[in-house]
């Protein structure tokens, strides 16, 4: 076990987060079921969240950005929501179509 940190226990491909069985919120990290063990001794203070609990699980950077692309303009983010027509929207939208 000499030489092993915690980040070489983190799991870190999009592939092995598939399979991930716990999150650190403190770490910031994913972890299989056999290294949350390890992880659990070394910090005991941490909050490690299980499958059960994954709405306290990061949505991942892909999904993220996914998410806040604008359907229209796909180089802007959405930025605003147009109360009128209850529409996320990006600026670009936001000045043509929700003055």
């Known amino acids: ?13 999009d592939e092995e987060q598939a399979n991930a069985e716990f999150y650190c919120k403190t770490c910031l990290k994913l972890y299989c079921g056999k290294c949350i063990q390890l992880h659990d001794k070394w910090f005991k ?3 490690a969240y ?25 180089d802007h983010k959405i ?13 670009k939208c936001a000045f043509n179509n929700h003055r």
């Open 45 to 47: 203070k941490h909050s």
């Open 79 to 91: 930025e605003m929501l147009c109360d009128d027509h209850s529409q996320l929207c990006c600026t």
């Open 1 to 13: 076990m000499a030489g092993l940190s915690m980040s070489s226990l983190a799991i870190s491909s």
């Open 50 to 74: 299980g499958r059960n609990d994954m709405k306290k699980w990061p949505v991942s950077k892909e999904v993220e950005e996914f998410l806040l692309k604008c359907e229209a303009h796909k």
